[in-house]
């Protein structure tokens, strides 16, 4: 009888316990918007620092209005150059949205890259499914791509979805190529591939997802940084563990943050991202984020 008593009280402590943390992931934690900052060390030896917003993941809807506000004020950051990693919308009505977040940093030098929830909503995914490399790609609903990719390049930021060019960014000139989200196969790196400019104060390179292949030929051209977004950080992860998977090819221990690509003098940075998955609309141990990152002397 006392063992029975026992484990009805740790059955009964675990489920708490369960529902405890699932409403602190879905109704805290998803809403701690945190500033990352990182030194990343790319320019010439006598360089000014420069810095980059780097901001990836939305996900919005209409009704995400802390978000919104959260992001539209981190123009306060005074960044330089803002550059956006894809994943923006996650309803058929989020481009006003967007707008608004994105809106007071428009007066600054901004590029950006698409992922696939640029193109098409949510559906619904069993979240252990991320586990399998045999499932497949489920699309949603179409999202208003091409709305969005006409109010950003008319606000003067630039598509770098398989595309290349060339920017002034804080009296900088900075070399961008970048790739459609090679997660779902819209990359085409070799359009846009080659030796980067070495007459430039700095090369970046932008892919949402941030697929080794992808990243390894764009360090392998000489590009300083490679931005990417896509893995949410792992969205739900162990602590003094971190992430259990990345939802791509990238190693879990890069599924955030600054690290150095194998293989190559050029850094990585992974933003874990503002958003989740509408249909896990839940952050554990993985703080949804935006990146200031401060370039100085290598
Ligand atoms: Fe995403």
């Known amino acids: 009888m006392a063992k029975r008593s026992t484990l009805r009280r740790v059955v009964a402590g675990t489920t708490v316990l369960g529902a405890a943390t699932l409403a602190y992931a879905s109704l805290v934690e998803r809403n701690l918007f945190t500033l990352r900052r990182y030194d990343v060390p790319v320019l010439a030896s006598d360089a000014e620092p420069l810095r980059i917003l780097h901001l990836s993941d939305l996900h ?13 004020e981190l123009a306060a950051t005074d960044p330089d150059l803002v550059i956006v990693t894809g994943d923006n919308m996650a309803h058929v009505d989020a481009v006003p949205a967007v707008l608004a977040a994105y809106g007071p940093l428009f007066d600054r030098p901004g590029a950006f890259v ?27 609903v179409a999202l208003p791509t091409e709305e969005l990719r ?31 989200d090679p997660h779902v196969g819209r990359d085409d790196y070799p359009a846009v591939a080659g030796p980067a400019d070495p007459t430039a104060d700095l090369r970046i390179a932008l892919t949402h997802s941030p697929e080794p ?4 030929a764009m360090t392998a051209d000489g590009f300083d940084l490679v931005l990417a977004g896509h893995t949410h950080g792992g969205q739900v992860c162990v602590p003094f563990v971190g992430a259990l998977v990345t939802n791509c090819g990238l190693d879990r221990r890069m599924a955030k943050g600054l690290h150095r690509w194998p293989g190559s003098d050029a850094l990585l940075h992974v933003s874990a991202g503002l958003g989740t998955h509408p249909t896990a609309p839940v952050r554990f141990a993985c703080p949804p984020e935006a990146s200031v990152l401060t370039l100085i002397p290598r």
Do not use: C, M
């Open 150 to 180: 006409d109010a950003l390049t008319g606000a003067g930021w630039v598509d770098l979805n398989n595309a290349r060019t060339t920017i002034k960014a804080g009296g900088r000139t900075v070399e961008l190529v970048g790739v459609d």
């Open 60 to 72: 919005l809807t209409p009704g995400q209005h802390r978000k919104q506000r959260w992001v539209a």
């Open 213 to 216: 292949p992808v990243v390894n």
């Open 114 to 140: 698409f992922g696939s929830n640029d193109y098409r909503g949510p559906v619904f995914k069993n979240p252990f499914g991320y586990f399998r490399a045999d499932r497949e790609y489920t699309q949603g």
